[in-house]
Structures are given as C-alpha cells and as structure tokens.
C-alpha cells in the first residue's frame, strides 16, 4: 500500500509542477498584469490551488533577478529597480555633412587654407561647415597676420585619432592606397 501511496505523491508532485510551469508561462506571456480567475482558467486549477501556486512561485523567484508581483488581484513579473537597465541614451550623429568632407579634403591636400582661399577652390562659403569642423577638433585655426586673416589647418588630434603623425605619412597612405599598394 506505501508503494502506491508514494506513486500518488510522485504524481501529484508531477502535476503540481507542471501546474507551476504552465502558470510561469502564462504569467511570462501576459502583456500586462493578470488575475487569479484569468490564470486558474488558463492552468485549468480552481482559483483556492492557483493562488497556491502564486505563492509558492513568488517564493521561487524571491532570491532571482526577476519577481512575481501582487498588484491588488493581479499578478505580473518585474525586475527590481536595483537591476533596471539603464536606458539607452540615442548616439550623437558622428558623420560629416558632405561639405565638411570637402573642406577637410581639400585642407588634407593643399595644406593651411584662409576661408576666402576655401570659397575660392570650393565656390561655395563654407562657414557653417568650418564651424563643425572646429568643433569636433578636426580643424585648427590660428590668425596669420601676413594673409591677415585666419589659416585652418588639420588638428593634431585628427592625426592622431587617424593613427598618422604628420600631413606627410597621411598623404603617403592616401596615395598609395589609391594606387592599390
């Protein structure tokens, strides 16, 4: 009689857990939170066995990353806010506009430039351009005062972000990069 009184237990053991799952899961699938009568139809429980279940799966989670959560009649799973992943912060647009690209082109293969001597190659002006430029510390600018007027001129910073020490090893890497070596 004690065989088939353990094989009772073992069984109901079973369906206990397997109750315990399929409330998991519904509790896991619900967009919002949900109430004892919606769960104990879905688990196919009485209502007195799935708040059971509740309470025993509250017990299970309360040492995890992830709650079970009594809200009045309802139920719903929620991190703690110790653990609340910070919210992803949008990344600042890093591109340059297409006539930064050109100023700092043609900075890169002519040298020092004066803004007259930028609108002169590029036949458009380019202040707003120079502005970004100057700003990301792509550009230096320092006041020439034999072309009496300010010189812009590749910052030392965009080398070195670029990994070249000098105007000349870039040049040397454009070149040859265009002759595919």
Do not use: C
């Not at 857990?17 to 949900?34: G, I, T």
């Not at 025993?56 to 991190?79: C, E, N, P, T, W």
């Not at 202040?127 to 550009?139: E, G, H, M, N």
Request: proline residues 4%; aromatic residues 6%.
């Amino acid at each position: 009689m004690s065989e088939h009184t353990d094989s009772q237990k073992f069984v109901a053991v079973l369906e206990i857990q397997a109750a315990k799952q399929r409330l998991e899961a519904v509790l896991f699938s619900a967009e919002r939170p949900v109430g004892v009568r919606y769960l104990a139809r879905r688990i196919g429980q009485s209502a007195q066995a799935t708040r059971h279940l509740l309470e025993s799966l509250q017990a299970d989670y309360a040492s995890r990353g992830v709650h079970l959560v009594q809200d009045g009649q309802k139920y719903f799973f929620s991190i703690p806010d110790k653990l609340s992943p910070e919210p992803v912060q949008p990344k600042p647009k890093v591109g340059l506009s297409r006539q930064a690209m050109e100023i700092l082109a043609l900075v890169i293969t002519k040298g020092e430039l004066t803004r007259k001597e930028i609108l002169e190659l590029r036949g458009v002006t380019s202040d707003k351009a120079l502005v970004s430029l100057l700003d990301r510390r792509l550009l230096t600018a320092r006041r020439d005062y034999l072309k009496k007027a300010l010189v812009y001129d590749l910052s030392p910073e965009l080398l070195n972000r670029w990994g070249f020490s000098s105007r000349d090893e870039l040049l040397q890497d454009i070149e040859s990069r265009r002759r595919g070596l």
